[in-house]
């Protein structure tokens, strides 16, 4: 079956841009998380929905924000791009809880210039 | 609150011997623990996962780890290397305290001579 898939692979914004990230979970996971990976920082986490609801978030500003549609898939949003937000940010999807584990996309590579 | 150290940034190992990965947790609740391979501009790999269940774990392309509640430690192991195994390992912890939230080692970059 297919995996979790991220749209679009990579992306070149300048500061103060937005941007929106996709994420398309596993067929019949419900559960969709985000993490930003920088080599500073390493993997953090920033975001958790389960069944369109927000059930956990990191420590990012509110800049970060998202959402998920009844049919499990997730957007990423980020305002005002500060040179710091390139990342390459990645999706995990489950069906239900971290006991089942996480099927993590190929992530989306943001550069900001 | 969830915390993982791996112990080493880096390991090198020949190819053909064996390869362990050190991992200590720190965890208030029952933890559920996993490890991940990242292979170069690629997304994250499940290599095992453990959930309170059997603390030796059996997970892909040999690998595997022992949970020692007593040592917080939750180390990975492979016999023998193969040149595929270069790559980043992320040693992962999350409990009922933190929800889902996954919270990840500094990872262990794995390099593999011939």
């Known amino acids: 079956k297919a995996g979790v898939t991220q749209t679009p692979r990579y992306l070149i914004k300048t500061r103060g841009q937005q941007v929106t990230l996709s994420c398309s979970p596993i067929?019949?996971?419900?559960?969709v998380s985000w993490y930003q990976q920088t080599p500073g920082q390493g993997l953090q986490f920033l975001f958790e929905?389960?069944?369109?609801?927000?059930?956990n978030k990191g420590n990012f500003p509110g800049r970060f924000s998202g959402r998920q549609f009844s049919n499990s898939r997730s957007e990423m949003n980020v305002s005002t791009l500060e040179l710091g937000d390139s990342a390459l940010y990645l999706c995990?999807?489950?069906?239900?809880?971290?006991?089942?584990?996480?099927?993590f996309g190929s992530g989306t590579r943001l550069t900001v210039v | 609150a969830q915390s993982v150290t791996q112990l080493d940034s880096h390991v090198s190992v020949s190819e053909g011997t064996p390869v362990l990965l050190r991992c200590n947790y720190s965890?208030?609740?029952?933890?559920?623990l996993f490890w991940y391979v990242q292979h170069p501009n690629k997304g994250l790999q499940l290599l095992l996962k453990?959930?309170?269940?059997?603390?030796l774990v059996k997970g892909i392309n040999g690998f595997e780890a022992e949970f020692k509640k007593s040592e917080t430690s939750f180390h990975l192991t492979k016999p023998s290397a193969h040149m595929s195994d270069a790559a980043e390992y992320f040693c992962?912890?999350?409990?009922?305290?933190?929800?889902?939230?996954?919270?990840f080692g500094g990872g262990t970059r794995v390099l593999v001579k011939p």
């Open positions: 995990a999807s489950s069906p239900r809880d971290r006991n089942y584990g996480y099927t």
């Open positions: 067929s019949g996971h419900r559960s």
């Open positions: 929905y389960f069944s369109e609801t927000q059930r």
């Open positions: 965890s208030s609740y029952s933890p559920s």
């Open positions: 453990y959930t309170s269940a059997a603390t």
């Open positions: 992962v912890v999350s409990d009922s305290a933190a929800g889902n939230k996954l919270t």
